[in-house]
């Protein structure tokens, strides 16, 4: 996992820069999950329709 050699010898403090760094990285800039029509709308951009 991300280079970490022992994931559970981590911190909790470790494991949230880890999420942080993650969400970050990954474009996540909400606490708040998609709404239905914006999942819908990831699905079908995924599948291609």
Same mark, same amino acid.
Do not use: N, Y
């Given at each position: 996992?991300?280079?970490? !050699?022992?994931?559970?010898?981590?911190?909790?403090? %470790?494991?949230?820069?880890?999420? @942080?760094?993650?969400?970050?990285?990954? !474009?996540?800039?909400?606490?708040?999950?998609?709404? %239905?029509?914006?999942?819908?709308? @990831?699905?079908?951009?995924?599948?291609?329709?």
């Amino acid at each position: 996992m991300m280079g970490v !050699g022992d994931p559970m010898g981590l911190s909790i403090g %470790e494991w949230t820069a880890i999420c @942080a760094g993650w969400d970050k990285a990954h !474009g996540r800039t909400s606490d708040q999950p998609p709404s %239905e029509d914006e999942f819908d709308a @990831a699905v079908m951009a995924a599948r291609g329709s």
